[in-house]
């Protein structure tokens, strides 16, 4: 469990690892998140359950205000998958998701892990701004290309998804 520095009026939050009774709370936070997809309360609670050392739970007095889910990729144990980033109104604008993902990096589920990858829709600027300050502050890179498309993938309905993979081997490397 990791604390962090104050966000708002003297409080502070705390980062954990979700536990699976925390599943509706998350669902109830994503679901207030708009532009985030939601996903039904059970996967929510598979996240925090099944998912727990790759997932992120920040509380502020009780209350969930910050969440990401994620996974190593099976099949590629370098690369840690960020599947969702959500803040609460009342903790934005303090770097708590920014926090969240270098709390995610230093987890033991992480060793080993030299790329982050997430996927982004062209006008979700909150996403974009926080993957590239994340990338900036470790001195990665950072690429995207359209991935999940519109047409291909989502018949139209849905906005691409561009795949954004963070390089943190090369200020890895740039470092030694």
Known sequence: MQTLK???????PVLRKPEGTDGSAIWELVRECKPLDENS???NLIQADHFRDTCVLAELNGDIVGWISGYVKPDAPDTVFVWQVAVSEKARGHGLGGRMLNALMERDACDGVTKMQTTIT?????SWGLFRRFAEKRGAELDDEPHFKRDDHFDGQHATEHMVTIDMAVADQQAA
């Open 122 to 126: 062209a006008d979700n600027d909150a």
């Open 41 to 43: 309360m059970y996967c």
């Open 6 to 12: 104050t966000i708002r009026g003297g409080e502070t």
